[in-house]
């Protein structure tokens, strides 16, 4: 009896939902727009980057270009590209590293002021975690800061933030805030395109 029924409410709803007014869907004339608002897409899009730079006896340079997009008020994601050198001058002796990768990220600004953002990077670098035996490695980063942001106009900001590593991995590249907690400042700026 039970199967019966089942049966019945089973076929009984195929069909209702097979129900479809085709006279309907045809006097519907309606034209949907399918263009794309170019400006509206310019208006919410940005670039700008990280910039760090130190020269003398070490030179260092650190640039992460980045473009993101506006995709709920003041909250934006993106992807960014990274780009990191270190040459030491020990006494004529050069030693120089290179450090290139690239990551995502998701930032929001809940005030006009306040920047909060994370982001995943992959860097290739020299192996500075001497106990894996490879010369250059990939070295994840999981990063979650908070900073300030400050107006540089109507479509340009820059920012100050503290980022804290997550991962935390041996090998990675960048130097430390407060060398032995993986804390990160970086200086930085973004610029709207519309």
């Excluded at 019966?4 to 004339?29: P, R, T």
């Excluded at 899009?45 to 006896?57: H, K």
């Excluded at 780009?83 to 004529?92: A, C, E, I, K, V």
């Excluded at 995943?120 to 800061?145: A, C, E, Q």
């Amino acid at each position: 009896m039970k199967f019966k029924l089942l049966f019945i409410v089973f076929f009984a709803g195929l069909n209702l939902s097979a129900q479809y007014d085709l006279e309907h869907v045809q006097k519907d004339s309606s034209k949907r727009s399918t263009t794309i608002n170019w400006f509206e897409i310019k208006k919410r899009t940005y670039v700008g980057g990280d910039l760090a730079m130190r020269f003398g006896n070490l030179t260092y340079i650190y640039g992460a270009p980045i473009i993101g997009y506006d995709f709920y008020k003041k909250a934006s994601v993106g992807v960014t590209g990274i780009y990191q050198l270190y040459r030491l001058n020990m006494g004529g002796a050069v030693q120089t590293e290179h450090t290139a990768g690239g990551g995502v990220f998701v930032r929001w600004r809940p005030l006009d002021f306040v920047l909060v953002q994370t982001e995943f990077d992959l860097l290739n670098t020299v192996n500075y975690d001497f106990s894996i035996p490879d010369k250059r490695v990939n070295v994840p980063v999981f990063m979650l800061g908070a900073g300030y942001c400050g107006s540089m106009g109507d479509r340009a900001y820059y920012n100050v933030m503290l980022m804290y590593d997550l991962i935390n991995d041996p090998a990675m590249p960048v130097p430390k805030f407060i060398n032995p907690i993986p804390l990160y400042l970086r200086y930085g700026f973004a610029w709207y395109l519309g």
